[in-house]
């Protein structure tokens, strides 16, 4: 059987000056089946129409705060550092993907990520949604919005997730719908309903995905959907 190849979006640390990936991005597409392969910062000409050709999906993953530039903000004392290359090397990667309905799964950074990209903004600071590790427990509810896929795929109307961003949604994107909310009101997990497949949530199924059978649901779909 041919295996979905799914383009991971590249982590990078700057005091080390190097590349990395969370092994939970990487475990759990695996565990669905599918072939997860980490993406360069490279996104010169040539290099993501191919990309785009190669990977049948794109995860969008955590890492430095979203630039506030990318919502028309500018950054706030608060505000963590920015990393260029990676919002230079998603937006246009989520640009051509969207364009191309292609199946989209944005995590944490993604899910701000792309209410950015779409013409969102968002909070450069926000209390009470960063906990203590381990991070494979539940920190906060959302409840899951009536009419939206989460709520079909999961048949719940709430759900017990993580939390570990201190960045979130302000005002949500045209072309995107809540489909999660937290109990203080901040959207946590959205979707494009004109897209086949463009979901995000902003907590972290990449570290909860083992021990709680709705986060491998969500990894899953994404997966088939792919
Ligand atoms: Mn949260």
Not at 29 to 45: M, Y
Not at 149 to 165: D, F, I, Q, T
Not at 212 to 220: H, S, Y
Request: contains cysteine; proline residues 8%.
């Amino acid at each position: 059987m041919k295996k979905t190849v799914i383009g991971v979006t590249p982590l990078f640390d700057t005091e080390k000056d190097s590349v990395w990936m969370l092994p939970g991005y990487m475990e759990a597409l695996t565990a669905c089946g599918a072939l997860p392969v980490i993406l360069p910062f490279d996104s010169g000409a040539g290099t993501l129409e191919r990309t785009l050709g190669i990977c049948d999906g794109f995860l969008f993953t955590g890492g430095q705060d979203v630039s506030p530039s990318l919502y028309g903000e500018e950054p706030i004392p608060a505000c963590g550092e920015a990393y260029p290359p990676k919002d230079k090397l998603e937006a246009e990667l989520f640009r051509l993907a969207y364009g191309a309905d292609k199946p989209i799964f944005g995590i944490c950074r993604g899910i701000q990520l792309i209410n950015a990209v779409l013409g969102g903004s968002l909070w450069q600071d926000i209390p009470h949604h960063k906990m203590t590790p381990p991070y494979d427990r539940v920190w906060h509810r959302v409840n899951l919005n009536v009419g939206g896929p989460l709520r079909e795929l999961l048949g719940v109307p709430a759900l017990g997730v993580n939390s570990y961003h201190h960045q979130g949604i302000k005002t949500l994107a045209p072309s995107l719908l809540a489909m999660a909310e937290a109990p203080d009101g901040l959207v946590e997990a959205v979707y494009a309903p004109e897209k086949r497949f463009v979901w995000a949530v902003q907590w972290h199924p990449e570290f909860s995905w083992r021990t709680d059978g709705a986060e491998m649901k969500i990894i899953r779909r994404f997966v088939e959907m792919c």
